[in-house]
């Protein structure tokens, strides 16, 4: 029987990646993904906040409306334009805009966010993403891991991330990001338990802690998902 380090030698970073595609969404089903999502996060400090989220893939429509200080802020991506509400009014003052951030840039970064967290580990596949071909064996916690190095062509992302899968399921998971190695700075995100939806597995819960000191920083529990 070979050992995991042998394994991992002989299998290929693409390889690894199709693996893992095959256990999360074996029929192919993310690029028709459309989903309403209710994500809670939770803080050390006790705070939380419900995101609700709509992911409709081959209408390349995105809204995600959260709730702070009894307001209910709404950023909605459709195509390539985008909108906003505060309070389900779409009429706002240059000072509400700035302090909600109603902006087409946050917009587009939370559509890029969710989908991508959500959409892992199949976006992967997307342009731009350059998947390391050397698969690693690392330790985690106690737990030996077939590990897989990813960057991404300039324009496209900056961070440098490792994403962490069973050995023998190839499920994944952890994974890990870094602005900058060499500073050890980022985070690296626990999951646990599993969300089944449209034939994918989802994470339903992912705990964040800082790479540095691992400090745990928040919490975000996948409470519903539901076809629109």
């Given at each position: 029987?070979?050992s ?15 693996k ?18 209710v ?16 992911i ?28 906003f ?6 009429t ?24 991508y967290?959500?959409?892992l580990p ?28 990813v ?7 900056k ?7 069973d ?9 890990q ?9 980022g985070?690296?995100?626990?999951l646990?338990?599993?969300?089944t ?28 998902i539901?076809?629109?």
């Open positions: 029987m070979c995991l380090q042998a394994f991992a030698q002989e299998l290929s970073g693409q390889e690894l990646l199709k893992t595609i095959a256990y999360h969404d074996p029929s192919n089903k993310w690029s028709d993904f459309k989903g309403h999502l994500v809670e996060m939770t803080t050390p400090d006790g705070n939380q906040r419900l995101s609700d989220i709509i409709n893939l081959p209408d390349q429509y995105f809204k995600l409306t959260s709730s702070r200080n009894n307001t209910a802020i709404s950023h909605i991506v459709s195509k390539d334009s985008s909108s509400s505060l309070n389900d009014q779409t706002f003052t240059e000072e509400e805009a700035k302090k909600y951030s109603l902006t087409d840039t946050r917009a587009k970064f939370m559509k890029n966010y969710y989908t967290l959500y959409g199949m976006k992967l596949s997307d342009d731009g993403t350059i998947v390391n071909p050397v698969v690693e064996r690392k330790e985690f916690m106690g737990k030996e891991y077939l590990v897989l190095q960057k991404y062509e300039e324009g496209v992302g961070d440098v991330w490792y994403f962490y899968f050995p023998q399921t190839y499920a994944m998971e952890i994974y990001f870094y602005h900058d190695v060499a500073k050890n700075d985070e690296y995100i626990l646990s338990e599993e969300e939806f449209s034939g994918i597995k989802f994470p339903k819960n992912r705990a964040w802690y800082q790479n540095a000191d691992k400090k745990f920083l928040a919490t975000d529990k996948l409470t519903t539901t076809e629109l």
